[in-house]
Every structure is written in C-alpha cells, then in structure tokens.
C-alpha cells in the first residue's frame, strides 16, 4: 500500500515515521521551513514509543506532488480543508481511499460531498503529537490510537480496511475498524473539545486537569454538556461519556497540551471555531444548555470572520479579514483567466465555492468576497458580470437562473459616518427554487425571494418576494402571481 500524509504536524508527522520505521511505503506533504528541513536532512523524531530517530521520508508541496496514493491520511487542521481539495483529486485513482482524522466532527462527510469522485471514510486518533522544531516531531507518551471506518452508505472493501489496519498495527499504532465512525468520531470530538478548551481556558498542561479541582471540575462541565448533545444528536454511546472522557485524559503526559492551546498562545489559525464555537452551535440547534462552554467562550470571543459569518458587527479592515480577501481575489483571477469549459474551470469554481454543489455554473467575468458563504444547490446558473457581496450567507436553490450584472449584497454599514469608518455587519441573501432574475438586478440585505419567483430585470429587490410572484421595478413590488405546477 502507497501511503501518503496531507499534513506534517504532530499528527501527521508522527503517523509517517511510524509508518516509515516500520518498512511502509510512505510520502509527506508539508510547506515553509518545515518541508525544507524534511527534505534536507530528514524528518526528527522523538517518540514516547519508538526513541529517538532521523527519517528520511519523501516530502513535497501539495502542488509538487504528482503521484497515486492508495491511503491518504488527512492530517491537516479543520480551517484547511479547502487547500488540500486538489491534491486529492490528483493524487486518487479509482480504488484510492481518503481518511480524515481531523479533530473536528462531519469531516469525512463534508470531505466526500466536496470530492463525490473519492472514496471518502472518517476516522480519529488519540494522540499527543507536536512540532517541536523545525524538521522535529514530539510524540508524547504512550497513546497512539487510530480509529476508522466508513460511514452509512458508503461502500468500500472490508479487505482494504484490515490491510490497512494490519499495517498500522504493524508500525506500532493501535489501529481499530469501527462499526459505528458516526458515533466515535463524535466521541472523539467530544474529549478533544473539553481538553483543548480547558487547556486554552486555564493555560495549563494536562496534569493540571488531572488533579481534583476547579479546573477539573471545568472539564468534566464540557463534557458533561458535550455528551449531552451527543444523545440529543443519537449518539449511542458504549459507556458513560464523562467516565471516559475521564479515562483518557488521567492516561496523557502530564506535560502535554493541545495543539489549540499551542495555536492561541503563538498567536496562529486555530481549530477555536470548530472546538468551541461550532459545539456551543450544535448545542443550541439541539436545545442543551451548555454554560460551561459558554463560559469558555466569553474568554475568547470571536474572530472577525466569526462576527461576520455570525451576521455580527465586524471590522473588514484587520490583516485577518485582508487576508481572506486576497486569498479569494486569487481564485477569482484564477477563474476569469482559465480556460473555458475544461475540467480545471470547474475545479476552480469549486475550491472558490466549496459549500456550493459541484455543478454550479458561473459565467466570467465573475466577483465576490467570500466564496465560502455562497450556498447554491444543483443546476445553478450564474451568467456574464455577476457581484456576490457575500459576508453573510447567500442560499441560491436548486434550477436557479442568474441572468448577467445580478449583484447581490449581504453587507450594510452604518448610517453614522464615525461607525461606518470601522465597523459594518451582513445579513444573509436567500433565493429559492427555480428562480429567474433577471438582468442587473439588485438584491439588497437581509432579503429572501421564494421558490419559482421571477424578479424582472432592472429591479431593486428591498424587500422578501414571495413564491410564485413577479416582481418588477425600484424598488420592486409584486405585480402578479404567478400560476405555477408545482412537482
């Protein structure tokens, strides 16, 4: 089996010089300092279960990489899934099977929705893994643990799993086929999210949580709350979520801190959203009532792109918000300069638009500022000279016609000039079924237009549109229903 490692952190790292010290045909992806150090003088690492040793590991960037992989293991954080889409797609053949062992829950499934030509499975590892240098992986004592699986409806030879299995066993990782990848990644989501968030809360290593105590007493309220949702969610758990949660943390390196405490502290990306902000959003969704994680978050608040995304005030003005955009303007040159109606036209505007379906169609010139706040289901069309102004989300349904120069916006600012110099806010754009707008139409904020609307062109839409109506002028006003079948 060809193995190959999207992502060389402690993670990913310590995964490839298992699999290397053990004879296993293994490559990396990596980036920066770090890539150059593997390459030069190979990957260091210093293991709690293997001792000390220098590997040398093929290792490229994700654009360098140019060869079929049998496993990829995904071992990149939660915020960069988007970037590792392509290096996928290249380096899969048809019976190639892509696994996640991200910490954050529904990756697997997210994963295959965005890449449906992959076999996709899900998995979790229980593990304390870090860059110590650069070129240095740390594996911290004695828990290494993989779990994996597919999930409902996804078909995959149960052969494959255990010779993949059988190979991590070999390379000193405990590796285990799961019945259920549903219920243990939640599971797994479950503790990382309670240690990571107590660790970041407190600033404290895992011996302090290992002691009786306030901050103890912390991490078990996030789990407590965390298996709350978890049931609210049918989630069957084997034993009782907290007494396990309990279990693994009293067996960590007292030393040891999570890679979010790690993050926070140096002022890098971290998985913050998706351990916190995501878990108290599923909680609400479900009704639970969780203030402990509550209590977390007023520590950390939000960042700017999580007001924004919240439909909150933000300041678009901070080096975060800058670099999101110029990460987008460079798609988007991408996408208005590639060739026309090729494979890689489409591939492009779906690493623009990742959370929209794989068909979408955009017409270029096209323009907006954040594609991942576009929502367009099946069959869109978006025609010539389209402006997406979308920090809040914009839901297009399924048969939707855009005709050229729509421009849709979800930003507003204030009416007072001295706010209006810093802050601004977005409220979301919906757009329903087999709709048709048309040419250089204006949606405006905040506004929905229901299934089988027609909005004539020219029309300043202010105000929601309801089903089956066309509606015409500036600002627009229903001027008749129409008579629709409806399937």
């Known amino acids: 089996m060809k193995y190959l490692i999207a992502g060389t952190g402690g993670v990913g790292g310590s995964m490839a010089a298992f699999l290397s010290l053990a004879g296993k045909d293994v490559t990396c992806i990596a980036r920066g300092e770090h890539l150059k150090a593997i390459q030069s003088n190979g990957l260091k690492l210093k293991s709690g279960l293997k001792g000390n040793h220098t590997l040398s590991i093929p290792a490229y960037t994700a654009e360098e990489y140019v060869g079929k992989a049998d496993v990829i293991f995904v071992c990149v954080k939660g915020y960069s899934i988007d970037s590792i889409l392509q290096l996928i797609r290249r380096a899969s053949h048809e019976k190639t099977i892509v696994i996640p062992i991200l910490n954050v829950y529904g990756t697997g499934p997210k994963l295959q929705r965005l890449i449906p030509e992959v076999t996709v499975l899900d998995g979790c590892i229980y593990i304390v893994g870090f860059i110590s240098a650069v070129g240095e992986i740390t594996q911290m004592g004695k828990i290494f643990r993989l779990v994996f699986g597919a999930h409902k409806g996804t078909q995959v030879d149960p052969e494959v799993l255990k010779e993949v299995q059988k190979d991590l066993q070999e390379s000193g990782i405990k590796a285990e086929i799961s019945p ?289 109506s066309l509606a015409v002028g500036n600002p627009a006003r229903v001027i008749r229903k129409l008579n629709q079948t409806k399937e």
């Open 180 to 468: 259920d990848i549903n219920r243990d990644t939640f599971i797994k989501w479950s503790f990382i999210s309670a240690m990571a968030c107590t660790g970041a809360y407190y600033d404290v290593p895992m011996g302090e949580v290992q002691k009786e105590g306030e901050v103890r007493d912390t991490f078990i309220g996030l789990s407590t709350e965390s298996a709350a949702l978890g049931k609210a969610a049918g989630i069957t758990f084997p034993e009782d979520p907290v007494a396990y949660n309990l279990k693994v943390m009293d067996k960590l390196d007292p030393q040891s801190t999570a890679s979010l405490q790690k993050d926070i502290a140096r002022g890098h990306d971290s998985e913050i959203q998706e351990l916190l902000f995501d878990m108290i959003e599923e909680a609400e969704k479900h009704g639970i009532d969780v203030p402990t994680y509550k209590m977390v978050a007023q520590k950390f608040g939000k960042t700017e792109m999580e007001k924004m995304a919240a439909g909150e005030h933000y300041n678009a003005h901070t080096k975060e918000m800058y670099a999101h955009r110029t990460k987008i303007k460079r798609i988007l040159h991408k996408l208005n300069v590639t060739e026309y109606y090729t494979d890689k036209f489409q591939d492009v505007i779906n690493e623009l638009c990742p959370n929209s379906a794989k068909d979408l169609h955009l017409e270029p010139p096209f323009y907006c500022d954040y594609g991942i706040f576009i929502y367009a289901e099946e069959n869109v069309f978006i025609n010539f000279g389209a402006v997406i102004l979308n920090g809040g989300k914009v839901s297009i349904g399924a048969n939707t016609l855009i005709a050229p120069g729509v421009h849709i916006y979800t930003a507003q600012h204030p009416l007072e000039a001295k706010e209006r110099a810093v802050w601004e806010d977005c409220k979301p754009v919906t757009i329903g079924r087999d709709c048709w707008i048309g040419g250089h139409v204006t949606i405006c904020p905040g506004v929905t237009i229901g299934d089988r609307a027609v909005i004539g062109a020219g029309a300043v839409v202010t105000k929601d549109v309801p089903a089956d």
